[in-house]
């Protein structure tokens, strides 16, 4: 069961990207689609984000193992998405103007948090394999806490950059908060730890 | 009138439809993401678009030769939060306006106050083409070839007195019809504002169409303001009151956050957002961002109303 469900995750997790690239190739992004691309494929990072989140939570509600057997593949995806929304942003808003970019980075704090949050990915996502995980042994769980930093940065990202209408950040905020939430019962987390394997 | 005449073109000789869905086309198969380029629909240009069509005067004497925004882009994307606050809802949303009849107040500082009908307002002044940049604050920026009569010719006609230094504009405010207003993103209703030596400026005009037709009602049907060189949101839209005053009127997005919007709202690359750069800008249909002009490419007709201002305080 288990073998034929990852791989069809998989591919729902990638249909986001698929649906984007067709429709982009079909020029039916309206009138600016590069700035669908970006935004876009920022979307679908927080919520491959906050999907990993909720999979602890979901594993206590269900006690099933599986949602933890899903937790790092939606994480790598999330990692996915955001080098796609990253490189919209260094192709399509800057063609590589570096002295632009780290202006940009220095003075506007959305880009700062939005870098910051990236770059704290890279570790885990470099630190996902199960080899990498037995290396670090204890000290891989501690690392890997930098998700909750992350999933707070990348929500700050998104809240900073609209214009007036909060309401779409705020929603994902509060499934943010209601994640982290989850895991002030200590009790609970306790009863089934959490072994990724 | 001394203003040297920048691009003075014909509008037949304006890129059309099918060029520009040409170039738009190569520019989408040469990113690598497209195979067989021949699959994409190519629309032909044909004269009509579905409104009215306005008899009109081509006035080259402003217009720019760059190649026109198409009528489904300038149609489709739009900032217009009456009808919700993404630029693709307005165009379904805004169909639910009633335009039919309508009319605008002038008050405050005038000898002839009082309610004007729009089809005398569209009697009495000859519509001309205007083929204006747009620049939004987003940094996306069109060329539109709008169709309306100079503010000046409406002002004269109403008789400001001394004390009229401003212009405030006002939008309709119809929850009924406009769902956007059903929250309060912004306080409704849209208000803008023009110094009274701005809004007496040639550029600065009513527009009531644009491609030739009657104002879509995404745009702002059936009447309302261009201001070429300032930031696209105080173009406001759908006007139904104009209001004479000696005071400074506060725009609403000034309200929502004065240290992002002031009042000039001059589109000037070395002033930036608080959140963003402005010394760029995404044509809309381009790949790469072009450099963005002072005064979005104005400054020859209008860099003379800031002179001595500190441009950076009076963003």
Same mark, same amino acid.
């Given at each position: 069961?288990?073998?034929?469900?990852?791989?069809?995750?998989? &591919?729902?997790?990638?249909?986001?990207?698929?649906?984007?690239?067709?429709?982009?190739?079909?020029?039916?992004?309206?009138?600016?689609?590069?700035?669908?691309?970006?935004? +876009?494929?920022?979307?679908?990072?927080?919520? =491959? &984000?906050?999907?990993? #989140?909720?999979?602890?939570?979901?594993?206590?509600?269900?006690?099933?193992?599986?949602?933890?057997? *899903?937790?790092?593949?939606?994480?790598?995806?999330?990692?996915?998405?955001?080098?796609?929304?990253?490189?919209?942003?260094?192709?399509?808003?800057?063609?590589?103007?570096?002295?632009?970019?780290?202006?940009?980075?220095?003075?506007?704090?959305?880009?700062?948090?939005?870098?910051?949050?990236?770059?704290?990915?890279?570790?885990?996502?470099?630190?996902?394999?199960? /080899?990498?995980?037995?290396?670090?042994?204890?000290? %891989?769980?501690?690392?890997?806490?930098?998700?909750?930093?992350?999933?707070?940065?990348?929500?700050?990202?998104?809240?900073?950059?609209?214009?007036?209408?909060?309401?779409?950040?705020?929603?994902?905020?509060?499934?943010?908060?209601?994640?982290?939430?989850?895991?002030?019962?200590?009790?609970?987390?306790?009863?089934?730890?959490? $072994?990724?394997? | 009138?001394?203003?040297?005449?920048? @691009?003075?073109?014909?509008?037949?000789?304006?890129?059309?439809?099918?060029?520009?869905?040409?170039?738009?086309? =190569?520019?989408?198969?040469?990113?690598?993401?497209?195979?067989?380029?021949?699959?994409?629909? !190519?629309?032909?240009?044909?004269?009509?678009?579905?409104?009215?069509?306005?008899?009109?005067?081509?006035?080259?004497?402003?217009?720019?030769?760059?190649?026109?925004?198409?009528?489904?882009?300038?149609?489709?994307?739009? @900032?217009?939060?009456?009808?919700?606050?993404?630029?693709?809802?307005?165009?379904? $949303?805004?169909?639910?306006?009633?335009?039919?009849?309508?009319?605008?107040?002038?008050?405050?500082?005038?000898?002839?106050?009082?309610?004007?009908? *729009?089809?005398?307002?569209?009697?009495?002044?000859?519509?001309?083409?205007?083929?204006?940049?747009?620049?939004?604050?987003?940094?996306?920026?069109?060329? !539109?070839?709008?169709?309306?009569?100079?503010?000046?010719?409406?002002?004269?006609?109403?008789?400001?007195?001394?004390?009229?230094?401003?212009?405030?504009?006002?939008? &309709?405010?119809?929850?009924?019809?406009? @769902?956007?207003?059903?929250?309060?993103?912004?306080? %409704?209703?849209?208000?803008?504002?023009?110094?009274?030596?701005?809004?007496?400026?040639?550029?600065?005009?009513?527009?009531?169409?644009?491609?030739?037709?009657?104002?879509?009602?995404?745009?702002?049907?059936?009447?309302? #303001?261009?201001?070429?060189?300032?930031?696209?949101?105080?173009?406001? /839209?759908?006007?139904?009151? !104009?209001?004479?005053?000696?005071?400074?009127?506060?725009?609403?997005?000034?309200?929502?956050?004065?240290?992002?919007?002031?009042?000039?709202?001059?589109?000037?690359?070395?002033?930036?957002?608080?959140?963003?750069?402005? +010394?760029?800008?995404?044509?809309?249909?381009?790949?790469?961002?072009?450099?963005?002009?002072?005064?979005?490419?104005?400054?020859?007709?209008?860099?003379?109303?800031?002179?001595?201002?500190?441009?950076?305080?009076?963003?």
């Amino acid at each position: 069961m288990h073998r034929v469900i990852k791989p069809l995750i998989f &591919l729902l997790c990638l249909l986001p990207l698929v649906l984007l690239s067709i429709n982009f190739y079909l020029d039916e992004l309206g009138a600016n689609p590069f700035e669908v691309l970006t935004r +876009s494929t920022g979307e679908w990072t927080l919520r =491959f &984000l906050l999907l990993t #989140l909720a999979m602890t939570p979901l594993r206590q509600l269900t006690g099933s193992a599986w949602p933890l057997r *899903m937790r790092r593949m939606l994480g790598l995806f999330s990692f996915f998405y955001v080098c796609v929304h990253l490189s919209t942003y260094l192709v399509l808003d800057h063609f590589f103007d570096w002295d632009e970019i780290i202006k940009d980075i220095i003075k506007r704090p959305y880009i700062t948090f939005g870098m910051l949050a990236f770059t704290l990915l890279i570790p885990l996502a470099i630190t996902s394999t199960n /080899k990498m995980m037995k290396r670090l042994g204890r000290r %891989w769980k501690s690392l890997h806490k930098l998700v909750y930093l992350i999933a707070i940065l990348g929500v700050l990202h998104f809240l900073l950059l609209v214009k007036a209408d909060l309401r779409e950040p705020i929603i994902y905020a509060l499934i943010l908060l209601v994640l982290l939430a989850a895991r002030l019962k200590p009790t609970l987390l306790k009863k089934h730890s959490f $072994n990724p394997n | 009138m001394l203003i040297k005449q920048a @691009n003075d073109i014909l509008s037949s000789e304006i890129t059309d439809q099918s060029v520009y869905e040409e170039r738009r086309r =190569f520019m989408t198969s040469s990113i690598g993401l497209a195979v067989a380029a021949s699959l994409l629909p !190519i629309q032909s240009s044909v004269a009509g678009y579905g409104g009215k069509p306005l008899t009109f005067n081509k006035n080259s004497q402003f217009d720019t030769s760059e190649d026109l925004t198409s009528y489904d882009k300038i149609t489709n994307y739009n @900032n217009f939060y009456e009808f919700g606050t993404d630029k693709y809802t307005p165009a379904k $949303n805004a169909q639910a306006l009633t335009t039919d009849p309508w009319s605008v107040q002038i008050e405050g500082e005038v000898e002839k106050p009082g309610l004007l009908h *729009m089809e005398d307002i569209l009697k009495q002044h000859a519509i001309e083409e205007r083929i204006y940049r747009l620049r939004c604050v987003e940094r996306w920026s069109m060329v !539109i070839p709008w169709l309306g009569f100079p503010l000046a010719k409406l002002i004269k006609q109403v008789k400001p007195t001394s004390k009229a230094k401003y212009v405030q504009f006002e939008t &309709l405010h119809r929850p009924s019809e406009m @769902n956007g207003q059903k929250r309060a993103v912004l306080d %409704w209703p849209y208000i803008e504002g023009l110094r009274i030596d701005e809004a007496m400026n040639p550029l600065t005009i009513l527009a009531v169409g644009l491609y030739g037709e009657v104002m879509p009602k995404q745009n702002g049907a059936p009447l309302r #303001l261009v201001v070429p060189w300032k930031y696209g949101y105080k173009s406001i /839209k759908s006007i139904v009151k !104009i209001r004479f005053t000696d005071k400074e009127p506060v725009s609403s997005w000034t309200k929502v956050a004065p240290n992002e919007y002031g009042f000039y709202s001059n589109v000037n690359p070395d002033v930036d957002h608080p959140r963003w750069s402005q +010394s760029k800008e995404r044509r809309i249909g381009d790949f790469l961002k072009r450099d963005t002009l002072p005064f979005n490419g104005y400054a020859e007709q209008v860099a003379s109303l800031y002179h001595g201002m500190d441009l950076k305080k009076y963003y």
